[in-house]
């Protein structure tokens, strides 16, 4: 199966950037679209973007879309979230995940989680 493991969380200022990787094992990573989510205390888990496995097109959540980019080194068989302009809001848990298609922001639709990493945005 794939493991999917998480770095770069941390703690950071509001308007400040971050960048999350998601390092995944496996020999068929390129097969797998690779999306991010999230989960504040107390709220439901939400999609915060995706990006395919072929040509690298990517979809974000309406929340993010011009703050957050999507990237994927299939050659190093890892996934990058980078983070810009940060805010208070976007303090949550972030998870990386692995879905078998081509795109999808459905939580239903992924095969396989990492463990989740802290995110807090300071104001």
């Known amino acids: 199966q794939v493991q999917l493991v998480e770095s770069g969380g941390g703690l950071v200022q509001a308007g400040g950037s971050l960048r999350l990787s998601c390092a995944a094992s496996?020999?068929?990573?390129?097969?797998?679209?690779m999306g991010w989510f999230r989960q504040a205390p107390g709220k439901e888990r939400e999609f915060v973007g995706a990006?395919?496995?072929?040509?690298?097109?990517?979809d974000y959540a309406d929340s993010v879309k011009g703050r957050f980019t999507i990237s994927r080194d299939n050659a190093k068989n890892t996934v990058y979230l980078q983070m810009s302009s940060l805010k208070p809001e976007d303090t949550a848990v972030y998870y990386c995940?692995?879905?078998?298609?081509?795109?999808?922001?459905?939580?239903?639709?992924?095969?396989?989680w990492g463990q989740g990493i802290q995110v807090t945005v300071s104001s």
């Open positions: 995940a692995a879905a078998f298609r081509m795109l999808t922001k459905y939580q239903y639709d992924y095969d396989y």
């Open positions: 496996g020999r068929t990573f390129s097969r797998y679209a």
């Open positions: 990006i395919s496995w072929s040509d690298a097109s990517t």
